[in-house]
């Protein structure tokens, strides 16, 4: 018997670190996954990939496209002749609607009449746009998207984040009116090029040849907008047309304000200011409408 129970001594010493080791391990792995080891960072990655989704944008509807003009607007733009009926007259300030398939996503409204001096055309049109994965882009954000690609069609230079100039420059290296840039100036002496405060087109010359009277971005309306202006090829027979269309975001929403004036008389050019003018009051009306 003595010999049985040294040889079941010697059996359990040699077993027994083992068993200390795996209880050991069992112990470090248990640790590890808590705090700040392994289960700890796959929760701090749950965390960062559940963001909170961005708010829906202000607008959830949308006006309705041929009540948004009032009629004292409308006659200043679309003058009626002598020779309409009543009737007539109602109808064409009443528009007709654009055919849409959501009421709350796009809409639009055109007026049209043809006066003794030219042919007059508007159109207003409302656009909510509408992010679908708000944690990743608000619906304000998805907006600016689309007014972005309608500046970039429109062959106008993006917003400047800031217009004040760079670190490294100072107001002396900004060219005046009377004076063109060296070539030997540095970067700020190529800025005129693409101005960010005047909003110049980066492309094709002004119609009017005046630059305060091409297209151009536009402030104070809206969130943003710009302003196309475009003159029709002339003809023998067929007089230019001028077609000024304003395009602004007001939140989730695009605002496009188009009014073409096509004289009668060939030869004749319609005037830019007044064109634009008429275009840009309605534009600032729909805007204020929108921040009631």
Same mark, same amino acid.
């Given at each position: 018997?003595?010999?049985v129970?040294?040889?079941?001594t010697r059996?359990?010493?040699?077993?027994?670190p083992?068993?200390?080791?795996?209880?050991?391990?069992a112990a470090?792995?248990?640790? *590890?996954?808590?705090?700040d080891?392994?289960g700890?960072?796959?929760?701090q990655?749950?965390?960062?990939?559940?963001?909170?989704?961005?708010?829906?944008?202000?607008?959830?509807?949308?006006?309705?496209p *041929?009540?948004?003009?009032?009629?004292?607007?409308?006659? &200043?733009?679309?003058?009626?002749? !002598?020779?309409?009926?009543?009737?007539?007259?109602?109808?064409?300030?009443?528009g007709?609607?654009?055919p849409?398939?959501d009421?709350?996503?796009?809409?639009?409204c055109r007026?049209?009449t043809?006066t003794? #001096?030219? %042919?007059?055309?508007?159109s207003?049109t409302f656009e909510?746009v509408?992010?679908?994965?708000?944690?990743?882009?608000?619906? !304000?954000?998805?907006a600016r998207?689309?007014?972005?690609?309608?500046?970039?069609? &429109?062959?106008l230079?993006?917003?400047?984040?800031?217009?004040?100039?760079?670190?490294?420059?100072?107001?002396?290296?900004?060219p005046?009116p009377?004076?063109? $840039?060296?070539?030997?100036?540095?970067?700020?002496g190529?800025?005129?090029?693409?101005p960010? %405060?005047?909003?110049?087109?980066?492309?094709?010359p002004?119609?009017?040849?005046?630059?305060?009277?091409?297209?151009?971005?536009?402030?104070?309306?809206?969130?943003?907008g710009?302003?196309?202006?475009?003159?029709?090829a002339?003809?023998a027979?067929?007089?230019?047309?001028?077609?000024?269309?304003?395009?602004?975001?007001?939140?989730?929403v695009?605002?496009?304000? #188009?009014?073409?004036v096509?004289?009668s008389?060939?030869?004749?050019? $319609?005037?830019?200011a007044?064109?634009?003018d008429?275009?840009?009051?309605l534009?600032? &009306?729909?805007? #204020?409408?929108f921040?009631?």
């Amino acid at each position: 018997m003595g010999d049985v129970e040294r040889t079941r001594t010697r059996v359990r010493r040699r077993f027994l670190p083992g068993i200390a080791v795996l209880t050991a391990l069992a112990a470090g792995a248990t640790a *590890c996954t808590g705090g700040d080891g392994i289960g700890g960072i796959g929760d701090q990655k749950n965390g960062g990939s559940s963001a909170a989704p961005a708010q829906p944008g202000k607008y959830r509807s949308l006006p309705q496209p *041929c009540k948004a003009v009032d009629g004292k607007r409308l006659r &200043a733009m679309l003058p009626a002749t !002598d020779s309409l009926t009543t009737e007539q007259r109602e109808q064409l300030y009443a528009g007709t609607a654009e055919p849409s398939y959501d009421a709350d996503r796009h809409v639009g409204c055109r007026w049209n009449t043809q006066t003794p #001096e030219a %042919a007059l055309l508007l159109s207003v049109t409302f656009e909510r746009v509408v992010s679908y994965d708000r944690a990743a882009a608000s619906d !304000d954000d998805k907006a600016r998207q689309v007014y972005l690609r309608r500046l970039t069609d &429109a062959h106008l230079s993006f917003p400047s984040p800031s217009a004040s100039p760079s670190p490294g420059s100072s107001p002396a290296s900004s060219p005046s009116p009377a004076s063109s $840039p060296s070539p030997g100036s540095g970067p700020a002496g190529g800025a005129p090029q693409s101005p960010p %405060a005047t909003g110049a087109p980066t492309s094709s010359p002004s119609p009017t040849g005046s630059p305060e009277l091409g297209s151009r971005v536009l402030e104070g309306l809206g969130s943003e907008g710009f302003l196309e202006d475009k003159l029709g090829a002339a003809g023998a027979t067929a007089a230019q047309a001028r077609t000024v269309r304003i395009v602004f975001r007001t939140s989730n929403v695009i605002v496009t304000v #188009e009014y073409s004036v096509q004289p009668s008389a060939p030869g004749k050019v $319609p005037p830019a200011a007044e064109t634009q003018d008429k275009t840009r009051q309605l534009a600032e &009306a729909l805007a #204020e409408r929108f921040s009631e």
